[in-house]
């Protein structure tokens, strides 16, 4: 099937030379190239026009995952006839295990895994095997191990009308793959069964398939309600191997961990013997009986009988072998692709030292950067800022956006000491956010700790703001919606940290206000600070303002490329008698079953306004229904009074 293109609107100012530059570039075979496009140029637009003309599988790449977000609506909503899906970490919490030496403390992996993203991570995986037009947007966990594509596809259960099979067959086969037994309240990954009903709910959370079954014969399938002559069912998780190779996979695991003691025990290390035979004879005899195991990835070397350092097979396999890739933000993503690596093996390295994990755990990593390389496709990198790697690699083929299609200018900077002769930084920064808001504009504030976004809204919702905080702490899925309730009014202003710098789109945003603006580093360098004052770029009225005691390089750096900037977009736009207009971009609407803790957060807002006694009540009332999560919040809510 061909990508479909759907958009209600043409290429305009750069795009136009953008597009069919970068198409003939792709289409001659160039294996890199950059799109440099300031904020608010279209480049997600100028990349789906390449994707259509390549008719190739995509994987676009973003480094962080509320960015993947917007991307994944944006390209759904450019092709509704093909496949769009969303490929980020499943973890809403993720405390990885590992083991501090000095302290001789060992802290056990601990994890909260988000369900809804997990169907997503599974319908994306199989798309890959089953269309050939399909679109991939992931965070950089695509480039972490999630086993072979061979094996997954290997152990499909393929159940058809008619076919002879036993019910303790079935069940056996179904528990095979990984599903669960749930009779009572079964979600994706689980089955249930009574009588001669079996039904099975598919790890990509689509409707459950019933099976019906009668004198050791398929009598029925039905799905949704509607009668089916068959179907496919694929794992439940992505560590699921054949029994004959299950049983392989465990011998070796057994003779490596009899080679480690052996070594342990010459090194006179008793203790981590002990403790290393203890807990992985536990792992066995789990995958023994139940063909799974926590923390089974790290025995994935030998369930996909790969030799020690061979590469992990990771998303970027189950692509087809021609496809393109897309970096998003590339000046962030790389360095991020680059360092997974060598952080994820020193945790590793101290593990295995210690007793817990065998030397094998290596090998459920990463890519190196160089494998990434190897893998990767087609590749075009975008960002308004892009680093000195994907100009040297892309050999001259950098394609610029500098004129919107809007005939937007950057935003005007302006630089105000912190402690201003009008009353103190905060209270300056709420004049200007309550000038913006009395406009319907939105703004966003921008400072360099979580807990400083925290306290800043904290005290802003005292003074009667609408305001809310977004920060890596804050849930994978609900942080797109508290940017949408931000673009819909119900939030005047976000507090952020660094997620709220690169590629996200608020168009309804005029002032960005950047505190400890000359604090250079990470978070205040050239590139930071041109990706922050650019969140206003997509306002008529943008403009951004810096807050520091003294003018950095970075700063300056960042006033003469936005001043560049500016000339360029007016000259053109006096050429071309273009009157600058704000970007009109369409809200989309969150999936209800995507929202997470929505209704108890709609829940809680009634709660704000009650006295403190009223508010002890509800919580003892909480309390005794053993609702705890409530009782803890209106605590907390009691707290703050």
């Known amino acids: 099937m061909n990508f479909e293109l759907n958009a209600n609107f043409k290429p305009r100012g750069d795009q136009i030379k953008a597009i069919k530059e970068l198409g003939n570039s792709i289409k001659n075979g160039a294996k890199d190239q950059v799109l440099y496009g300031v904020t608010g140029s279209g480049k997600t637009y100028t990349a789906a026009n390449i994707i259509a003309q390549r008719n190739k599988s995509v994987l676009v790449i973003s480094h962080n995952k509320m960015l993947a977000w917007q991307l994944y609506q944006e390209f759904k909503e450019f092709f509704p006839k093909n496949s769009v899906h969303y490929f980020v970490s499943y973890y809403d919490y993720y405390q990885p295990e590992a083991y501090i030496p000095q302290t001789d403390t060992y802290i056990a992996k601990d994890a909260s895994i988000n369900k809804k993203i997990d169907k997503m991570r599974h319908a994306a995986v199989q798309s890959l095997l089953t269309r050939n037009d399909t679109i991939i947007v992931a965070s950089v966990s695509c480039i972490y191990n999630i086993g072979s594509p061979e094996t997954y596809q290997k152990v499909i259960l393929n159940i058809k009308k008619g076919q002879k099979i036993t019910r303790k067959k079935l069940l056996s086969c179904i528990t095979g793959l990984g599903f669960a037994r749930n009779d009572f309240a079964p979600e994706a990954g689980n089955f249930r069964a009574k009588g001669g009903a079996v039904e099975i709910h598919p790890a990509t959370g689509e409707n459950p398939v019933v ?3 009668e004198k050791d014969a398929v009598e029925k399938i039905s799905r949704n309600g509607v009668e089916i002559n068959s179907v496919d069912l694929y794992p439940a998780n992505f560590w699921v191997a054949p029994q004959d190779k299950l049983k392989i996979a465990t011998e070796n695991i057994r003779t490596e961990l009899q080679k480690r003691l052996e070594e342990l025990k010459k090194q006179k290390k008793e203790i981590e013997a002990y403790r290393l035979e203890k807990k992985t004879n536990y792992d066995l005899e789990m995958m023994e009986q139940m063909g799974y195991c926590p923390g089974i990835e790290n025995y994935s070397r030998h369930i996909d009988f790969r030799e020690p350092d061979d590469p992990p097979f990771t ?14 933000e590339s000046h962030m993503t790389i360095p991020q692709i680059r360092g997974m690596y060598a952080g994820d093996r020193a945790r590793k390295e101290t593990l295995i ?19 990434f390389e190897n893998r990767r496709g087609q590749t075009l990198y975008m960002s308004a800022t892009p680093n000195p790697y994907e100009i040297e690699k892309s050999k001259g083929r950098v394609y610029k956006q500098i004129v919107r299609p809007t005939g937007l200018l950057d935003p005007k900077i302006e630089i105000r000491k912190t402690n201003s002769p009008s009353g103190g930084q905060m209270t300056d920064v709420l004049r200007e956010i ?13 400072t360099i700790t979580k807990r400083l976004a925290e306290h800043i809204a904290e005290y802003m919702e005292e003074k009667g703001l609408k305001v809310n905080y977004i920060h890596s702490e804050v849930p994978t899925l609900k942080r797109p919606l508290i940017i949408q309730k931000l673009r819909e009014g119900k939030y005047d202003v976000l507090v952020g940290v660094n997620l709220l710098r690169e590629g996200l789109d608020f168009p309804e945003v005029s002032l960005v206000v950047i505190l400890d603006a000359d604090k250079e580093g990470f978070l205040r360098n050239e590139t930071t600070l041109l990706q922050t004052v650019g969140r206003a770029a997509r306002h008529v009225d943008g403009r951004a303002i810096m807050y520091a005691d003294k003018i950095t390089g970075s700063m300056k750096k960042t006033i003469l490329e936005t001043n560049r900037r500016r000339s360029i977009q007016m000259k053109y736009n006096e050429e071309h008698g273009i009157k600058p207009s704000s970007i009109n971009k369409k809200i989309y609407p969150i999936p209800r079953e995507l929202l997470q803790d929505e209704d108890e957060e709609i829940e809680m807002d009634k709660y704000k306004n009650m006295a403190k ?6 919580m003892e009332k909480a309390a005794k229904e053993l609702n705890f999560e409530k009782a803890v919040k209106l605590r907390d809510e009691i707290k703050k009074l």
Not at 353 to 371: C, I, K, M, Q, V
Not at 613 to 618: H, P, V
């Open 211 to 213: 099976v019906e079954l």
């Open 315 to 328: 998303l970027l396999d189950y692509m087809p072998k021609e496809f393109l890739t897309i970096i998003d």
């Open 353 to 371: 030292n210690h007793g817990f994990r065998l030397p094998s755990a290596l090998d459920n990593r990463p890519f190196t950067f160089e494998e």
């Open 434 to 446: 309550q000038s913006a808001t009395k406009k319907g504009h939105r703004a966003i504030v921008v």
């Open 613 to 618: 006694k009223e508010l002890e009540k509800e």
